[in-house]
């Protein structure tokens, strides 16, 4: 089911134009993602050089899913701006 922001016509989805409240918090959850995604990179970095690397391995991937995360957050505020 969509979410807020959305409206069916015609059995086709689209988008409505959202509150700058909406807008607001978006970008400081993109914000929040940059900084997490920051932090997991540089705690895979410290144990890239360890015999643990299969920690990196694994944080470097939550690294990219935050990554595609925040693209995705992006395009939704790029959206709600038309």
């Known amino acids: ?4 922001g959305c409206g ?3 059995g086709v989805w689209h988008a ?9 918090l978006l970008s400081s959850i993109v914000a929040q993602i940059e900084d997490l995604t920051r932090r997991v990179t540089a705690l ?3 144990y890239g050089t360890t015999p643990d ?3 990196a391995a694994e944080l470097y991937a ?7 995360a ?5 395009r939704s505020a790029r959206s709600m701006e038309r």
Do not use: H, K, N
Not at 1 to 4: A, F, S, V
Not at 62 to 68: F, H, M, Y
């Open 16 to 24: 409505v134009a959202m509150p700058g409240s909406d807008t607001a």
């Open 62 to 68: 939550a690294e990219r899913a935050l990554i595609t």
């Open 1 to 4: 089911m969509p979410g807020p």
């Open 53 to 55: 690397s299969a920690i």
């Open 70 to 74: 925040r693209r995705a957050l992006e």
């Open 8 to 10: 069916r016509s015609g």
């Open 44 to 46: 895979a970095d410290s």
